[in-house]
T-cell receptor, first 111, second 114 residues
Framework: QKEVEQNSGPLSVPEGAIASLNCTYS??????FFWYRQYSGKSPELIMF??SNGDKEDGRFTAQLNKASQYVSLLIRDSQPSDSATYLC???????????WGAGTKLIIKP | ETGVTQSPTHLIKTRGQQVTLRCSSQ?????VSWYQQALGQGPQFIFQ???????GRGNFPPRFSGLQFPNYSSELNVNALELDDSALYLC?????????????FGPGTRLTVL
């Protein structure tokens, strides 16, 4: 079992709809959770982080964390074609320095 | 505020050669982490430097080594290059001391080993 798992996609969502991206992790001691966006050929860009159970909203983005079920999700409201990218989930584990990464979900927003 | 910078942008080397990649951290940050990202995969942690010392290391052989300088900039050195070392090398800076230690990435160095 991989430490951080994401559906590789591609996930295709119509413009204006809600895109829902999911991530599960195996280490129950994980402390912080990050969502990064990566355009093709570019480096990852931090979108949001979350460390408490529940929802955290920032503009069109909402991160959701459920530590009991060991999953974290990212919702993108009013999806735009510019949101088309690969979304990477990263988890900070017990070591307190290392981020463990999923392989990413490719999101395609169709106009 | 100056962001994370990396040099060079692209590099082509042959098997067996050595390479040095450079990273300047974001102003106010004191920690640098290096990652290797193969095509279609998530970044793989190589190591992290804090206060000029290696603060943790991933599953990479000793031919991957690094340095951090007093101004918090950093170098990644790879000896005896192998074909599988071809990847995007990412540097991320952060400030150790925040609860979540958010990492911000530079543009990366694309290394091709022939």
């Amino acid at each position: 079992q991989k430490e951080v798992e994401q559906n590789s996609g591609p996930l295709s969502v119509p413009e204006g709809a809600i895109a829902s991206l999911n991530c599960t992790y195996s280490d129950r001691g994980s402390q912080s959770f990050f969502w990064y966006r990566q355009y093709s050929g570019k480096s990852p860009e931090l979108i949001m982080f979350i460390y408490s159970n529940g929802d955290k909203e920032d503009g069109r983005f909402t991160a959701q964390l459920n530590k009991a079920s060991q999953y974290v999700s990212l919702l993108i409201r009013d999806s735009q074609p510019s949101d088309s990218a690969t979304y990477l989930c990263a988890v900070k584990g017990r070591s307190n320095y290392q981020l463990i990464w999923g392989a990413g979900t490719k999101l395609i927003i169709k106009p | 505020e100056t962001g994370v910078t990396q040099s060079p942008t692209h590099l082509i080397k042959t098997r067996g050669q050595q390479v040095t990649l450079r990273c300047s951290s974001q102003s106010g940050h004191n920690t640098v982490s290096w990652y290797q990202q193969a095509l279609g995969q998530g970044p793989q942690f190589i190591f992290q430097y804090y206060r000029e010392e290696e603060n943790g290391r991933g599953n990479f052989p000793p031919r991957f080594s690094g340095l951090q300088f007093p101004n918090y900039s950093s170098e990644l050195n790879v000896n005896a290059l192998e074909l599988d070392d071809s990847a995007l090398y990412l540097c991320a800076s952060s400030y150790a001391g925040t609860h979540t230690d958010e990492q911000f990435f530079g543009p990366g160095t694309r290394l091709t080993v022939l």
